[in-house]
Nanobody
Framework: QVQLVESGGGLAQAGGSLRVSCAAS????????MGWFRQAPGKEREFVAG????????YYADFAKGRFAVSRDDGKNTVYLQMNSLKPEDTAVYYC??????????????????WGQGTQVTVSS
């Protein structure tokens, strides 16, 4: 069973950048399609970005397009989310998640079977 641990969150100013990482252990990380989600206080958890198991395809929520980039390094069993041009509304707990779905990138959190504990990202104005 794959276990996921996020890191790299913290405080950034509006317009700044942060990179969050998700390290996997156990199981077969390289066969997992990976997604990033976020949840702000009082809001539903929402999809941010995803990358297929091969790394060949990525998909972004509209608010992330052009600002965020998802990547993976299977040699390090790690998936990354580079966030640029951060806005205060990006403040949330960011979670990585894995799914055995390989032909597409699911947008629903309910299609992911493995989750990290989350890392807080706070963007000040």
């Amino acid at each position: 069973q794959v276990q996921l641990v996020e890191s790299g969150g913290g405080l950034a100013q509006a317009g700044g950048s942060l990179r969050v990482s998700c390290a996997a252990s156990g199981g077969t990380f390289s066969r997992k399609t990976m997604g990033w989600f976020r949840q702000a206080p009082g809001k539903e958890r929402e999809f941010v970005a995803g990358i297929t198991w091969s790394g060949a395809s990525t998909y972004y929520a509209d608010f992330a397009k052009g600002r965020f980039a998802v990547s993976r390094d299977d040699g390090k069993n790690t998936v990354y989310l580079q966030m640029n041009s951060l806005k205060p509304e990006d403040t949330a707990v960011y979670y990585c998640a894995g799914t055995s779905t390989v032909l597409r990138i699911p947008l629903s959190q309910y299609e992911y079977d493995t989750w990290g504990q989350g890392t807080q990202v706070t963007v000040s104005s």
